[in-house]
């Protein structure tokens, strides 16, 4: 008996002796305060895995560098579940940089029917500082039922988003901080969504500090959603502070930051806020998300996806300078593939008089392959899609193309030659075709949106859309005056039929009338 007395007295002097030695910190994690014990990796799981608290996962904490470690960790709790507090912790050390490490997919979810706690919380006096500093390649999602990350009584809170893909849903506000003088974001890499049925960012300044807050953004980084989000600082909301507004001056109840993907490729590669400059690495291909509008100079760009627009993107204008190339490589994918083609234009810049030229190669093959292929969203004339003002060349076994019943495509001031043996041009809707004619084949015209002989037949084979030559007298566009003009201005005037007018207007006088017949017959006459 007197051994084992003796026996517990040195365990306990052992305990005491370790528990003096403890260092405590100003962090706790679902209530439960950080000590030196804790912080191996090991002890803190298996506590918050006995409380009910960790679902799965492991969490760690660093002392020395103040890392908190989420590796697959899901935890739902009644409490806060990060709570950082410089209240009342006399010797405790302050963790004022809080560094977060997401691994995998983790997730921190409070109890939503407790407005009084957030899945991280930061208090303190107003002369403390605090970091929070998102690290790791993982994603992690916070749901709250009140405010989802909160932070109150500092001189300056400092947000860093550095990886990892973060969503905050919070039933009121998404990020809220109150009495904090000094706001400052930094997003530098991955992903953040903010949420909140009130405002989805919300810094409130107290005394009415007037600081606006930083956003500041890595390669590439802005704000996503909503358009136009920009920081501001407004004085009159809600005593004064910091949110993000739209374009339209509207506080946003979502935000989201990250790298934009435009739902557009070139050459196999997607277009995004980083890249948009110099797509290609040489200078020869931007995007400009501002204006949708697509450069190619002089460029040669070869891939499955030449060109490549995603449903997510409408109204494209793809300018052409110089003489650019699209090489196919795939014998199913179109060369220009417009997913979304209402509103698109694709576009020449002339230089030096010449016209813009855009050479299509697609493979040759059993299967002929869409040199440009549309696909309309909406469709009918209000989004109709237009080729202007350039020099289109088709080789291989391809055909331009649609898909929906409703698309509508105009043809103005343009030149394409298909050199393709089973080549064909079809717009289900409608094809209009201004200031140029079709040429070959010979007599040939659009049928509303099919490309047909002049027996009437859907025509397969090489064909030429051609520039009007503008000759006076020249009604159908051929390039010289004949009978043949006289009968399309006769047919427009009994019974409307446009089809075989590109010069209708011979006299001048703005209109198509008996007058134009009678000019076109005295240029036939020789008068």
Partial sequence: MKKLFTFLMIALAAISASAEDLEYYTLGICGIQIDSYLAETQNLTRILTNQGYLQSGTVGFDPQTFKLTLNDAVISCPKSIIYISTHGYSGYTEVTSLEISVNGNCVLETDASNSNISCIESVGNVTKTQDFIFTGNGSLTMTSGNIAFMTTNKSRVLYRFNGPDVTINGGNYGIYSTNTYDVKYEMLEGTVNVDGSRLAIWNFFNAGAGIAGEMEFGEGMEIIEPEGGHLVFNPTMYSGGVMIQDGNNTAAKHVKIGVSDYGLKVGDIAVTSINRDDILGDG???????????????ATITGDDCIYVAKTLSGLKILVQGEVTLNATHVARPAIYFNNSDKAVIQGVSSNGEYAKLNINVPDGNYTTPAIYYISYYGNDEYRAHIKDIDIHIAGSA??????????????????ISEAPSGEFYVIYDVQLVNCYVALPEGGYFDRGQLCNAQGQHYYGPYQILRSQKVVGDVDGDGVVTAGDITSLYNFLLSNDSSGIVNGDQDGDGNITAGDVTTVYNILLGI
């Fill in 284 to 298: 020869k291909v931007t995007y400009n998300p501002e204006t949708n509008t697509l450069t190619l100079n002089n």
């Fill in 399 to 416: 055909y331009i193309g649609s898909d929906n019943w409703d698309e509508c495509l105009t043809v103005d001031n343009s030149n394409i």
